[in-house]
């Protein structure tokens, strides 16, 4: 006998939250740029940084 499914409730909960700069430590802020700047050269040279970014393009 076959199950059916007549309702399915979810729930999501997002968070947002505005940091100030001087709530981010100094550590904190350098690996985010460092970040930044590896994804920004990579895509000028057209390769993805990530194994995520590779996976997104493979799916395309």
């Known amino acids: 006998m076959a199950v059916v499914i007549k ?4 729930r999501t ?6 940091l100030t700069e001087t709530e981010v430590p100094e550590e904190i802020l350098r690996k985010i740029e460092n970040r930044v700047v590896e994804k920004l050269s990579a895509r000028e040279s057209g390769q993805p940084t990530t194994a995520r970014q590779t996976r997104r393009k493979n799916e395309r």
């Open 7 to 10: 309702e399915i409730h979810v």
């Open 13 to 18: 909960v997002v968070e947002r939250r505005i």
